[in-house]
């Protein structure tokens, strides 16, 4: 997180952690990520003080509202469920998903152009992906490491 521009956000999802783990690891990482002026956003039912919530339309309950989508079905469903923005995947082949469908270059634009709200790239994603695609706002697991950065 301190390699991030300043103002980027932060999606805490740890689920593997036990809840006690998953909630200490929260507070640790919120605490950094905000140091650095991060938005941090906490997908799962739980309301930890984070600046929005993460996940399918039907889980968007507070603050910011970052759905997931995966096709246009997805994304209208999120706009009618009032998000303020959409994580729309997969892009690229991604580890987390292995042999998933990906949308590809052509595919994500055509349904990121369509969404009214502002839809962040997901899936496979690193710095020379987001200049490949040609779009401003992209995220990543995998893709922040350190040999992954400009």
Aim: overall charge neutral.
């Amino acid at each position: 997180m301190r390699a991030l521009p300043r103002g980027s956000g932060f999606v805490f999802r740890h689920y593997h952690l036990d809840p006690a783990q998953r909630r200490a690891r929260f507070d640790e990482l919120a605490k950094i990520a905000r140091s650095f002026g991060h938005t941090v956003i906490l997908s799962g039912d739980e309301d930890w003080g984070a600046d929005g919530s993460y996940g399918p339309p039907e889980r968007l309950d507070r603050g910011l509202k970052l759905a997931t989508a995966h096709n246009g079905d997805e994304i209208e469903q999120a706009v009618a469920a009032g998000a303020d923005a959409i994580f729309l995947s997969p892009v690229f082949p991604t580890a987390s998903h292995p042999g998933a469908r990906t949308l590809g270059v052509y595919g994500f634009q055509v349904l990121a152009q369509q969404s009214p709200v502002p839809v962040i790239a997901l899936g496979g994603m690193n710095a020379k992906r987001a200049v490949e695609l040609d779009w401003p706002r992209w995220g990543a697991i995998d893709g922040l490491r350190s040999t992954n950065m400009p």
